[in-house]
């Protein structure tokens, strides 16, 4: 029949591996202690910068974030009889020929994005993506 340990026992061997580990520690703490109080400061330095995995990172991720800005559908009502891009204005001087607002909005109305406006869209596709 084995013993089982008492409550006094396993305070005692806690209070063993308590003082063990204090004096284990004590040595250590005495040399932070006494270099620190020398006036001697811990160096630090750091690590040289690695540009080009940043610059591919960079370069990788730019036309996935430029694309859905490019295609992004700047009408919500394109193609729809509520679309007050699909109304065009139009004037016919008495000189030249007639001049409307159909040219500039019809990208828009038609559901286009950045790239289908007339001054802007030549400029977006210079874009990446």
Do not use: E
Not at 82 to 104: E, F, H, I, R, Y
Request: charge should be positive; aromatic fraction near 0%; hydrophobic fraction near 45%.
């Amino acid at each position: 029949m084995q013993k089982t340990p008492t409550k006094a026992a396993a305070a005692l061997g806690t209070l063993v591996l308590s003082v063990a580990g204090l004096m284990a520690a004590s040595p250590a703490q005495a040399a932070t202690t006494s270099a620190t109080n020398s006036g001697a400061q811990p160096k630090a330095s750091l690590q040289p910068l690695a540009v080009s995995p940043a610059l591919a990172g960079l370069t990788g991720a730019v036309p996935d974030v430029v694309r859905p800005a490019k295609d992004f559908r700047l009408d919500p009502l394109a193609n729809s009889a509520a679309d007050p891009l699909n109304n065009g204005v139009a004037l016919k001087p008495d000189q030249g020929g007639p001049v409307s607002t159909q040219p500039v909005t019809s990208g828009l109305s038609n559901g286009g994005g950045l790239g289908s406006l007339p001054l802007v869209g030549g400029a977006a596709g210079l874009l990446p993506g």
